[in-house]
């Protein structure tokens, strides 16, 4: 008698559709694409680590959402990966016993810009916050657009910081950029005053210049209102109270759209330009720059100039003093050698 129950039944596997791979060099400027990784040295409390996530969310989609890191792993490690997979910027947080701090490398020969973080909130903070969050699930997309605000003074080591933060984001070409990529926009402005950066993060969103919320929301949404309590639809448009729901316009903040975007914001027509910031928030502290990968000479360093320049004043006013006293000196030995030709010429 045959035997059934020692039949293998047969395990249906789902293939799995292969990932495309992100392209490296920009197909409209030439230009290599930079990607980062984002990654901790040392032990980080929770809420660094949460930042270190946010971080990760801001460099999208050009960065290792999941990377993996262990204890054993050192630079040397992330190195090695860095270059077979096109990575060209590390972002490295680490905490101390008096701050947390942001090192911002170029790979694989450097420079290195090191930050102390001041303040920071975190992306779920700045959404609590808010009445009306927003953060599509299409908003990570694309690549922030980057705008620096205040690095002119002509210092180099501002200069530094401006082309490393430029050059961490990929280029747009502005005559073949697409609207609808515009979505985010990473804002750094330098106060000279204080020699704080503050860092900030905003979505970017389009909205017709005269049109009221309800009919906004009528066109996006797809629902049709409800008018049982009303005679007719144009009492829905024309009840008082809506026509102040449209928010105010701002001149200086309209711009004319060349192509369209979406249902509601159509080519040739004026659209106001709205930010909500979406997080992560710094405020960053410029402390050192070296020439190398986290190693290398000091170009800039915000403690050892000031220390330097006291020393120099010091040195300067003990060789003041020092030449002071031998001049003294001098005149003493001077006056002495003539006594004694007088006492000479008498005898």
């Not at 395990?11 to 290599?32: E, L, M, R, S, Y």
């Not at 020439?291 to 290398?296: N, T």
Request: proline share 5%.
């Amino acid at each position: 008698m045959a035997r059934f129950g020692n039949r293998k039944k047969k395990v249906f596997v789902k293939p799995v559709a292969a990932k495309k791979n992100q392209p490296t060099v920009d197909h409209i400027t030439g230009n290599k694409i930079p990607k980062s990784f984002v990654f901790a040295r040392g032990k980080l409390p929770g809420p660094l680590k949460q930042l270190q996530m946010d971080l990760r969310k801001l460099m999208l989609p050009y960065t290792a959402l999941n990377l993996k890191e262990k204890k054993r792993n050192n630079l040397r490690d992330f190195l090695n990966v860095a270059g077979p997979m096109g990575v060209t910027h590390f972002l490295i947080l680490s905490k101390t016993a008096t701050a947390p701090y942001l090192r911002v490398g170029r790979t694989p020969q450097g420079p290195t810009l090191t930050f102390k973080i001041q303040e920071y909130s975190l992306a779920v903070d700045i959404a609590q916050s808010q009445v009306r969050p927003r953060c599509p699930q299409d908003l990570f997309k694309n690549p922030p657009l980057i705008v620096l605000s205040g690095f002119g003074s002509g210092d180099q080591h501002l200069k530094l910081t401006t082309i490393m933060f430029q050059n961490i984001f990929p280029a747009i070409d502005i005559n073949t950029v697409k609207l609808s990529s515009c979505q985010r926009i990473v804002l750094l402005n330098y106060n000279k005053d204080t020699k704080l950066i503050d860092f900030r993060h905003y979505s970017i969103r389009l909205q017709p210049v005269g049109v009221s919320r309800r009919i906004r929301k009528i066109v996006q949404n797809h629902q049709v209102p409800d008018l049982r309590n009303l005679h007719d639809v144009s009492d829905f448009l024309t009840k008082a109270g809506y026509g102040s729901e449209s928010e105010a316009d701002d001149e200086a903040a309209t711009v004319t759209l060349a192509s369209d975007l979406g249902r509601i914001n159509q080519a040739s027509t004026k659209s106001a330009v709205k930010l909500q910031e979406i997080g992560p928030r710094m405020t960053l502290q410029l402390i050192k720059i070296e020439e190398g990968l986290c190693s290398g000479g000091v170009i800039f360093s915000e403690y050892e100039n000031g220390d330097g320049k006291k020393k120099r004043d010091k040195e300067d006013s003990r060789k003041q003093q020092d030449t002071d006293e031998d001049e003294e000196d001098m005149d003493e030995d001077q006056e002495d050698i003539e006594e004694d030709m007088e006492d000479e010429e008498e005898d």
